[in-house]
């Protein structure tokens, strides 16, 4: 439900895109071989190509979660907008990038992806040596309990969270109004989780270790929505659970996805 | 010798996606029963081997982890070279990774909420002494046949989800699939031929039947 809901979310504004978009495009069967330039070098001016494409919009959760990710790893990319109130992810040629019609999808090259949280790890593991870290470093074990708290997100937290923000957020882009009878009981299964998620980040500094991986990241965009709602006192109220979320909130390249929605 | 144990109740859906990793890769393990129905798995004791109280949790050693398919993606590359592959051919093929990863996301957010749910109108629900709401049947079902006519489309290309090969993309799927093959909602699976052969292959994995016994 909150997949379609969030499908049919107003037509993107006007996006500038904030990395370079495509001057030529690549060939679909060849990765691009022009090399990128440094942001900071002098002229002469340079061509710069994108071999990454999002399709999707910034409002949506999903998408946030993938630019998040191309973000901390310093990707250029191109943001490419699908018009949801059109309906166009419910059609081809979007259902092509994804047989299931829904945001965000992913091309790399000859490669195309959807569903976020595979959309990240892929980004994460391709790009292991570039940007910020995404994954703890190690062995079996450290990977372990990264995959387990991946699974809290994607499976305890979000489930949760997602029909939350829906309630308090989207509905009220639909004309539809909050059901407080829903938020209540919602609410009342997400302080369990933030009561487990309180006990772990009193023994680790992030959830699945003590340096920012993606099982953090993958709560930044309902997390972000939900902080602008009264549901941010769940939040505030337990002390690591704040603190954690201001960290994970602060980092640079999520105020650069947070930026693109103003745009 | 501490081992691998599963805690867990042998009738679950998600403690059996991991039964069946272990037998695939033909690894000795402890299953500990914990009693659902009495409650167990929210008392202290299990807590503190998954503190959202949910089966199955899983030792290795000195190794804890919860999340069935955090626990089967762990036992995978693990034991690597043991029984099954149950990665990509190619494991370090990092696109072939992701490939298979996307087919577990599918499987954990388009194609279990709507199988789990149904397996809980159709079977749990009587073990609990409760009816079966048909209306909620019916919904769940015709949500769960647009995400089967997806995986026609992908099963007409390919043997199995990933790729030609058996993965945990697959493996994940099978104990609901189970569960629904004795049930009315059969016929979404019966009458899709692709994946009607993609669930007879699945299903008659020696370590699938192993885990209905």
């Known amino acids: ?263 | 010798m501490a081992g691998i144990k599963v805690f867990g109740h042998a009738a679950s859906i998600s403690t059996r996606r991991v039964l069946l990793t272990l037998h695939e890769k033909n690894l000795d393990f402890e299953l500990v029963h914990v009693d659902l129905k009495d409650g167990e798995h929210k008392t202290e004791s299990f807590l503190s081997h998954n503190p959202f109280g949910k089966v199955p949790a899983f030792e290795d050693g000195d190794l804890k982890l919860f999340e069935s398919r955090a626990i089967t993606q762990y036992i995978a590359p693990r034991y690597e070279g043991q029984g099954t592959n149950l990665l990509q051919p190619d494991s370090k093929n990092l696109a072939q990774y992701a490939i298979m990863a996307m087919g577990m996301q599918v499987e954990a957010h388009q194609f279990d909420p709507l199988a789990s749910k149904l397996a809980w109108e159709h079977v749990f629900k009587l073990i609990y002494g409760l009816t079966t709401d048909q209306a909620v049947v019916a919904e769940e079902e015709a949500k769960l046949a647009k995400v089967l006519d997806v995986y026609e489309a992908r099963l007409k290309e390919f043997k199995y989800l990933a790729g030609d090969t058996f993965t945990l993309t697959d493996l994940h799927h099978i104990p609901a699939v189970q569960y629904l093959l004795e049930t009315p909602t059969k016929k979404l699976f019966t009458e899709r031929p692709h994946v009607n052969k993609w669930v007879a292959e699945i299903t008659k994995r020696p370590a699938s039947q192993k885990i209905l016994q």
């Open chain 1, 1 to 263: 439900m909150i997949t379609i809901l969030q499908s049919q979310l107003l037509p993107p504004p006007p996006i500038k895109l904030r990395h370079s978009s495509l001057l030529f495009s690549p060939s679909q069967h060849s990765r691009p071989n022009l090399k990128f330039t440094s942001k900071s070098s002098p002229s002469p001016p340079t061509i710069t190509m994108a071999s990454i494409k999002v399709h999707g919009v910034p409002m949506s959760t999903a998408t946030m979660r993938v630019l998040a990710a191309l973000y901390e790893k310093d990707l250029e990319f191109e943001l490419i907008p699908v018009d949801m109130r059109a309906g166009a992810h419910k059609q081809e040629p979007f259902l092509s990038l994804n047989p299931f019609g829904q945001i965000p999808a992913l091309q790399d090259g000859d490669l195309t992806l959807f569903e976020s949280r595979a959309i990240t790890e892929y980004i994460a593991d391709e790009y292991s040596e570039k940007g910020e870290k995404l994954m703890c470093p190690g062995c079996n074990k450290v990977k372990a309990l990264t995959k387990v708290w991946l699974n809290v997100e994607g499976q305890q937290f979000d489930p949760i969270a997602s029909k939350i923000a829906f309630e308090r957020i989207f509905k009220g882009m639909f004309g539809m109004t909050t059901d407080p009878a829903a938020v209540q009981e919602l609410e009342g299964k997400l302080v369990r989780v933030l009561d487990i998620y309180e006990a772990r980040l009193s023994k680790s500094e992030f959830l699945a270790c003590d340096c920012f991986t993606l099982a953090d990241l993958h709560h930044l965009p309902v997390i972000h929505y939900l902080m602008g709602t009264d549901s941010k006192a769940l939040f505030e109220s337990r002390p690591k659970v704040c603190e954690w979320v201001k960290k994970i909130t602060a980092r640079p390249a999520w105020a650069k996805v947070v930026d693109l929605q103003k745009q």
